[in-house]
């Protein structure tokens, strides 16, 4: 285990309904983190946490995961600009999951691929049963190409 | 692995861009869901889903999960009669995680605790630099002691 400052697991009673912050990181060390933006609610995307990147998040007000693909920490926009002020941190009932209420620094956009979201594409289902996908609207913010090439 | 009815992972652009699904699933076979009302956007809870109960979702318009406490199926509303009518499934760039955009049947609450949603706490900071937790508002729907004694 991670050593934290968060306070270990107590009875059923407590974690639901008490006041002592007492979250529950999976067998990888990581809670997930619904991003939002505290504006409009736009659900913008979903990332990872381990003790330490929530606890550089409450220190610093502004969102740090961890990237469980480059098994790195990964302050959101450390190079894009696009870094997440949090405004509030909501926890669910069990305290396995956070929400968190944000505003995004630089283009506003959140997406790698340059979507203002992350999740710009709905499932649709075709006559034959099989599932596809379709743009769900939504232009881009901009095009990383113009960034990165 | 579970075998699906979904695409198997194909190359990050089509991943990302294109209009295949190919959900990406994790080492349990599971994939985050972030369940919003349809309505208004309020974040209700975060679920999990393996291939499955993804499927059985699509099938029949109404949100199936894999409870991971419970390790079964877990067909939100069943006992409750909180179903999910799901009113639309967005993916997200990596095609790792879903929003569910839902209505909510029965007495309209989410949460087994009696709110409407699940995160109804906020981490505040104190003083010393712990995080304690205190309510985000939002009265409850109902009380589980009066239905479940």
């Given at each position: 285990m991670t050593e934290t400052k968060f306070a270990t697991r107590g009875d059923k009673g407590e974690v639901e309904?008490?006041?002592?912050?007492?979250p529950k990181f999976d067998a990888d060390g990581l809670i997930a983190c619904v991003v939002t933006?505290?504006?409009?609610?736009?659900?913008?995307m979903v990332g990872y946490m381990n003790a330490e990147a929530l606890d550089r998040t409450l220190e610093t007000g502004e969102a740090w995961y961890w990237s469980r693909s480059r098994q790195s920490f990964w302050k959101k926009g450390?190079?894009?600009?696009?870094v997440q002020q949090v405004v509030e941190i909501l926890t669910d009932c069990d305290q396995d999951a956070l929400v968190l209420r944000v505003r995004v620094a630089?283009?506003?956009?959140?997406?790698?691929?340059?979507?203002?979201?992350?999740?710009?594409r709905r499932l649709v289902r075709r006559d034959d049963g099989t599932t596809a996908l379709e743009h769900a609207g939504g232009a881009r913010v901009y095009d990383p190409k113009d960034i990165y090439g």
């Open positions: 309904q008490g006041s002592t912050f007492q933006d505290a504006d409009d609610g736009t659900v913008l450390e190079t894009s600009g696009q630089g283009n506003g956009a959140t997406c790698h691929v340059g979507y203002r979201a992350c999740f710009y």
